[in-house]
Nanobody, 116 residues
């Protein structure tokens, strides 16, 4: 499985960004996908988790109501719509795909920067 994120940009506080994660390869083996982020000097944290098997999406408490994770199975692409962004959410955003037996795969990341 190969993952390619895009959509990172510089926005002002309160603004919005939509990140994309395009999956290729053995996408039929993907059971779940997720978005993580890592801010400078901080640990990587889970932002949104999409369970493809049961069709559920879970979010970190800090982003509930502002971020929406969704997927387009036809395009094999996962998205993260982020609204009301805060400067402290400046981070490298990564997508991850969990497969049934082939392990986990990570994208290269896309940088989202929120100016105050």
């Amino acid at each position: 499985v190969q993952l390619a994120e895009s959509g990172g940009d510089l926005v002002q506080a309160g603004g919005s960004l939509r990140l994309s994660c395009a999956a290729s390869g053995s996408t039929n083996r993907i059971n779940a996908m997720a978005w993580y982020r890592q801010a400078p000097g901080k640990q990587r944290e889970l932002v949104a988790f999409i369970n493809k098997v049961v069709g559920s999406t879970n979010y970190a408490d800090s982003v509930k109501g502002r971020f929406t994770g969704f997927k387009d199975d036809v395009k094999n692409t996962m998205y993260l719509q982020m609204t009301v962004l805060k400067p402290e959410e400046t981070a490298m955003y990564y997508c991850i795909a969990e497969t049934d037996s082939a392990g986990d795969f990570w994208g290269q990341g896309t940088q989202g920067t929120v100016s105050s």
